[in-house]
Every structure is written in C-alpha cells, then in structure tokens.
C-alpha cells in the first residue's frame, strides 16, 4: 500500500476543474474513467468535505479506482498533480532518458513513468521562432510531400533500439493492440454436432427409446478442438536490451487478452539463468508487471548463456508447459558464450518437445545477416521458423507466420548459406 503523499491541495477556488483535470490524466494513464465517475467524484467531495489532505486522498482513491493494480498508478497521478513541490523535475526526469533497460527503469516507482507521460500530454510547446518578414518579396512556404509516409507507418518499421522516449510509448500504444491469433488444434475427442461427419449411434439408440424405439433422426459428432498454449523464452542479456521491454510488453498483452485462442501464456526470461515470470504477467497493469518481473529476474543485461538456460528449461518445465502441443517463441539473438555442442542438443530437445519453435532474432534487421556465429549456426536447423523481432512490424508477421504451418521465414536462406560453407 503506497503512503500518503504529503502534498499541497490548490486553493484558487477551482476544485471541480482540477478535479476533472485529473480524471483526465487518469484516463490517459490507463484507467477507465468516464463522465459518470468525474461527477460521483465532484459530488462525493461536495458531500464529504475533508479537513485533511488525507481525505481528499481517499475520497478520490474511492471513485476512481476499483483494481489493485490500478492503486498505484493513481497514487503516482496524484502525487504528482496536486502540486507535488517537484513534480515536474521529477516528470521530466523520468522522460529525459532515450532507451533504459528495465532493471534500471526499475529504479524508479512503478507506473511514475506513466503518470509523467498523461500529464506531460496537455504541455504547451514553446512557440515557433518568428520568421522575418522580407520587404522585397512576399514570403512563400512550399512543402514537398511526395515521399512523406503517414507517422504511424513510419513507427511501426522504425527499430525499437532507434525511438525516442515518445515514439517508445506510441509504439507500446501500438503493442497493446496487436492480435497474436492461432489455429485450434483437431483432438481425438468427439462431440456433438448435427452437421458432424460421424454418426452417434449412442445418442441416437438413447433418442429412439422415447418414441418406442423408432429412430427419427441419426445423432452426428465431429473432432473436438482445442487451443494450443503459448511458451516465450526471451532473452535479457545485454545484448538484448534495447528489445527486451518491448518484447515483453507485446507478451503482456498477448497473455491478458480475453479470447485471444491461447489456452495459457507462460513466459520465461534468461539471461545467465532461467527465470519464470508467468505469474507476473498475469497482472493487469503492465508497468507492474514489468517491474514485478524485473525484481524477479536479477540477470538484466547480464551475460549469455542461452544453452545453459535451455538445459534448466528442459529439465524442470518440458514436460509441464510443452504437452499437448504447445508453441514456443524464443527471443534472442543467438549469441551464446557456451559450447555450441551443447545448445544443439538442447535446441534439438526442445523441439522434439513442442509441435512449433518460433525463433525471433532482432539482428535480422540488416540486411547482411548471416550465420557466422556459433550460437547461430547451432539453434538455426532446429527451429521451424526465423523471423525478425525489431519492430512493430516484425511483431505484427508474427501472426501470418503462427497461422501457416508451413512458414520457414529466413530459415531456408541462411540453412542455404550454411550449406554453401558460409
């Protein structure tokens, strides 16, 4: 539970103005506040009146939250609307960084970035430089928009390591949004269906005894289905580090989507060591999550060892994430300090255990990749497809290539230039 903030309520007399200032910077912060809300709120502040700071606190805090995971985005909204002394140091401190791994971003509390960023929405720009204006010739403005693209194209190919604070917050914006569908799986079960290929002679003889035995109509059952369930093993390294929050955040929302065809989401990072983080993805409030996750995993920008990992994966989680045909994406860039021999064998395990291995790989953003490296040359002939991971769009193939089976992505032509010697 977060203090009380010890803070200085304004006091020029407009309280329901700020009050609807405030549900504002709530909603872009990611709460679901609407009109109705705004006004219970005036009216419980109108009704209940408070002597105290703490009773505005609260008062607010009853109408305007309704998760725990909303709590602490409120209290840092708050803290830094109601003339917190330094609060916009403190947002623009937040902001003034390009790209931080998360175990850094950790530092600071959860959901203060986001905070900063809905009340920074609403900040005036400073004014434009005036032009002086010539005596002689009238000034001419001329625009040229012939190879202009639309800012919401050009984000989704811009690479992740490229943004800048702003363009990573519409591109999370973006993440949130993305589908990762997939196909159900066809099981021996069957069950009823009046269109359904096989007959069912069971419910059909049952039928027939309420009308003496005669059969009126023959019951029909067709294959069952179900939904495949989805393991992400993401790498943290250091190497990693410009992808890993996004990747992860695009996971968040993958795993908390309701009906999004996935019977369960488990997530995994690694880095020198195994980390599972499922239970920490299942929160609603993705800057939790992520800082829930971050606590956990204590190898952030650390090191490489994607075999050693692999092998802790394969002994202690297999057999109870990858039955009945489970996908795997592995997020890495196959740079692997260990012996190749090693993560060979574990990549070969890994994919006798799962119907799919998804590879994403950010370094296939140049277009000269090729596989020199050890790790890469040793993961390559045991995935089923290579994709890249370094963009919105990138994330956005991802769905074209979980919906065709047959999809290799970059795996045919590097195991092209394997076999040529490269």
Same mark, same amino acid.
């Given at each position: 539970m977060p203090s009380d903030p010890d803070l200085t309520l304004p006091d020029e007399g407009k309280l329901v103005h700020n009050i609807t200032h405030f549900a504002r910077a709530l909603r872009r912060a990611g709460l679901p506040i609407g009109p109705g809300r705004v006004q219970t709120a005036i009216e419980a502040v109108a009704a209940a009146g408070? =002597?105290?700071? =703490? !009773?505005?606190? #609260?008062?607010? $805090?009853?109408?305007?939250?309704? %998760?725990?995971?909303?709590?602490?985005?409120?209290?840092? =909204?708050? %803290?830094?609307? #109601?003339? !917190?002394? *330094?609060?916009?140091e403190q947002m623009m401190a937040l902001l003034l960084p390009a790209m931080r791994g998360v175990q850094e971003e950790d530092r600071a509390a959860d959901a203060a970035r986001r905070a900063a960023e809905a009340l920074l929405a609403d900040a005036e720009m400073p004014p434009a430089p005036e032009t002086p204006e010539s005596d002689d010739e009238e000034l001419r403005i001329e625009v040229d928009a012939t190879a202009t693209a639309s800012a919401e194209e050009r984000l989704r190919q811009l690479d992740?390591?490229?943004?800048?604070?702003?363009?990573?917050?519409?591109?999370?914006?973006?993440?949130?949004?993305?589908a990762l569908p997939v196909k159900p799986l066809a099981t021996r079960r069957l069950k009823p269906d009046a269109r359904g290929a096989r007959p069912d002679w069971r419910r059909t003889l049952r039928a027939s005894l309420r009308t003496g035995g005669e059969?009126?109509?023959?019951? %029909?059952? *067709?294959?069952?289905t179900r939904w495949p369930a989805l393991v992400v093993l993401c790498d943290i390294s250091g190497s990693m580090a410009s992808y890993s929050r996004m990747v992860l955040h695009f996971v968040h929302a993958v795993a908390n989507r309701q009906g999004q065809g996935w019977a369960r989401v488990h997530a995994f990072t690694f880095g020198t060591r195994l980390t599972n983080i499922t239970r920490h993805l299942r929160q609603r409030d993705v800057d939790a999550a992520l800082a829930a996750a971050g606590r956990k995993a204590q190898d952030w920008q650390g090191g490489t060892r994607i075999g050693e990992s692999l092998h802790a994966f394969n002994r202690d989680w297999s057999?109870?994430?990858?039955?009945?045909?489970?996908?795997?994406?592995?997020?890495?860039?196959?740079? !692997?300090?260990?012996?190749?021999? !090693?993560?060979?064998?574990?990549?070969?395990?890994?994919?006798?255990?799962?119907?799919r291995v998804v590879w994403i790989n950010p370094l296939l953003r140049w277009d000269g990749f090729a596989?020199?490296?050890?790790?890469?040359?040793?993961?390559?002939? $045991?995935?089923? =497809?290579?994709?890249?991971g370094h963009s919105v769009a990138s994330l956005e193939a991802l769905a074209q290539a979980l919906s065709d089976p047959k999809d290799r992505g970059e795996k045919t032509r590097l195991m092209a230039m394997l076999g040529a010697g490269d």
């Open positions: 408070f =002597t105290e700071k =703490t !009773d505005f606190y #609260w008062i607010l $805090h009853a109408c305007f939250v309704n %998760r725990p995971e909303e709590r602490t985005i409120f209290h840092q =909204t708050f %803290r830094l609307f #109601w003339r !917190d002394p *330094r609060y916009m992740f390591e490229q943004m800048t604070v702003a363009e990573a917050a519409a591109a999370r914006r973006m993440l949130t949004r993305l059969i009126a109509t023959i019951a %029909r059952r *067709r294959p069952a057999r109870r994430v990858l039955a009945q045909g489970a996908v795997v994406l592995i997020i890495t860039d196959g740079l !692997d300090r260990g012996a190749p021999a !090693d993560l060979a064998r574990e990549m070969e395990r890994l994919r006798l255990s799962a119907r596989p020199r490296a050890q790790g890469v040359r040793a993961m390559l002939p $045991h995935v089923d =497809t290579l994709r890249a």
